[in-house]
């Protein structure tokens, strides 16, 4: 007679088939069962046709992916553990030694350290450009660059460049060109489809997105993806992400599922709000810039109004404020202490409000000639109401009045 513990183990019975229901079902699994010994010698991941391992993909990673799919019109999706780590992937399969990556001076900062940490100790090397000058870009590229980053808008000082003429220069040349889709998140505009109605498909070649942000929306998990429209691209992609051994929890995979439905409506929500407070801020006298893609003064107003939805749902929940040099550094962090709604945190896309200051001095290589002088503060702006965040603002500026 089989004992016990071997057959709760071994138990025979299986579920019925046809079960549906609003969510998908969480699959968690490292070992992944087999048939037949033919079955485990002809199963193939790479194409989703099947299942061989818990790292190559379950039920609920391929179902996230392929929605993460049709929200930025990609067409193959791969998952990693962070945005950071979707950025170091994409590094790893399409740069090696004695090659030459550009990047954006207003990057995200840890793919700049990542860029002059490891990639260059692998001999690997790299170039900062001036977001906002295309031509800077184009004199900066060479027989070795092989990859070109770019970002809309750019971290912390939020400028928008003219990524349609970035992405022409890097097509001219044939060299991949990758786009940092955070903030935009496939909702502002279409990253392989930038001009739908005048110059159909052109686009980047890959999305690289901080899931982290706003499918997640909870601030409660880390996560990225890199998407692209590329086979041979993202088979070279899913390779060095199956050799470094990646991958995402099925309970995390889970609730970013969850949370895509009303991504949309949160998204808009975190536009209308940071609209409105960043054009109150702009009245404030504290503040000798504030930097918005939507604020007609902010740094490529432009090239965002001509790529992003002029309505709520284009602009995303970020606004950053250059604070007058009349008031000192420890007054400014003062100001940020004294905010109560907005929290002090890194991170952006959740329900809580949250700002960081920032020394921009020790993030560029040098002061934009774009910027005011003075110290950069970032506020994420999250769900709670508008008044209440603005008031919350009004009590924090009386540390600086």
Known sequence: MTQLTTTLIHHPYVPPTGFDAPQPGVFKASTVFFPSVAAMRSREWKDKSAYTYGLHGTPTTYALEERLCTLEGGLQCVLAPSGLSAVALVALSLLKSGDEVLIPDNAYGPNKALTEGELKSWGITHRYYDPMDPQDLASK????????????????????????????????????????????AGLAFQPFNLLPDT?????????????????SGGGDVLMGSVITRDPALHLQIKLTHMRLGLGVGANDAENVLRALPSMALRYQAHDQATRALAQWCDNQPEFAQVLHPAL??????????????????????????VVDTRFTQAQVDAFCDALQLFRLG?????????????????????????????????????LEAMEDLRADIEQALQHLR
């Open 199 to 215: 110059e159909s498909g052109l686009g980047v070649d890959l999305s690289v997105h901080a899931l982290t942000k706003y499918p």
């Open 141 to 184: 590229l060479s027989e070795r660059t092989q990859l070109v980053w770019v970002e809309a808008a750019g971290s912390v000082t939020l400028e928008f460049p003219d990524l349609v003429e970035q992405v022409r220069i890097c097509k001219r040349k044939g060299v991949h060109v990758v786009l940092d889709n955070t903030w935009g």
């Open 346 to 382: 890194y991170s952006w896309g959740g329900p809580i409000s949250l700002v960081v200051p920032y020394e921009l001095e020790t993030m560029r290589s040098g002061w934009p000639k774009h910027l005011a002088r003075g110290t950069v503060v970032r506020f994420a702006v999250g």
């Open 296 to 321: 007609a003064a902010s740094p490529g107003h432009a090239h965002w109004k001509s790529l992003c939805k002029n309505g709520p749902g284009g602009a995303a929940g970020l606004f950053s404020v």
